[in-house]
């Protein structure tokens, strides 16, 4: 138990559907992010929020809408997405932001796959 | 811009010792993490190390020497539950963590 869950743990969608992730931490922790995972790629950070605020989007495409209603729930909306989205979709959680020991802790992910 | 190099796949023995080395070039420096990742789970925190030389915590040691740009992963005694995907992460200058892509680990009996 990381004390990070995420919400399905599997999706299959259409590239006209519009379905949301939802990801929960348990930890007390201030900062949450999104990252994408490919195979055989690096994990690539999507979206980082400090309290609420958003601090980073990586040049995420505007069919990826996040949301974050208080310090431990994330939401990440999609739209319209395309078959090269398919991937694993990582939530994480830290205590801080800007700091160097700042251990991430991870939900299990939810596999998306776009027909 | 910033790279992080470790291997695609190694296989080793059950019981036996593995390294996973992982070279980086980044901007800045303050720290650099290793993460298990079983197929399908979550990664999980293994080490961290921000100074020169090795941590050891029971079967896996970490170590690093930032001059070189080179950290490695030594994991001893290796048993089945072993086989995972091992990543290694840099903290740059902004604080950004900057991912290698992962070494898989396959263990042989």
């Known amino acids: 138990e990381t004390g990070v869950t995420q919400t399905p743990r599997h999706l299959v969608m259409g590239m006209t559907n519009k379905k949301s992730l939802k990801c929960e931490q348990h930890?007390?922790?201030?900062?949450m992010y999104w990252y994408k995972q490919s195979a055989k790629k690096p994990l690539e950070l999507m979206f980082v929020?400090?309290?609420?605020?958003?601090?980073e989007n990586n040049s995420v495409p505007s069919r990826f809408s996040p949301e974050c209603p208080n310090s431990s729930h994330l939401f990440l909306h999609l739209h319209t997405l395309q078959p090269e989205d398919s991937a694993l979709y990582l939530c994480?959680?830290?205590?801080?932001?800007?700091?160097?020991?700042?251990?991430?802790?991870f939900g299990p992910g939810t596999r998306l796959t776009v027909l | 811009g910033q790279n992080i190099d470790q291997p695609t796949e190694m296989t080793a023995t059950e019981g036996a010792i593995v390294q996973i080395n992982c070279t980086y070039q980044?901007?800045?420096?303050?720290?650099l993490f290793w993460y298990q990742q079983h197929a399908g789970e979550a990664p999980t925190f293994l080490s961290y190390?921000?100074l020169d030389g090795l941590e050891e915590k029971g079967r896996f040691s970490s170590f690093l020497s930032r001059s070189k740009g080179y950290s490695y992963l030594l994991l001893k005694e290796l048993q089945m539950k072993d086989s995972a995907s091992y990543l290694c992460?840099?903290?740059?200058?902004?604080?950004?963590?900057?991912w290698g892509a992962g070494t898989k680990l396959i263990i042989k009996p």
């Open positions: 994480a959680s830290s205590q801080d932001i800007n700091t160097g020991a700042n251990e991430q802790f």
């Open positions: 930890l007390g922790h201030n900062a």
């Open positions: 929020y400090n309290f609420k605020e958003q601090t």
């Open positions: 980044t901007s800045g420096f303050n720290g």
């Open positions: 190390n921000v």
């Open positions: 992460a840099v903290v740059d200058s902004n604080y950004q963590l900057i």
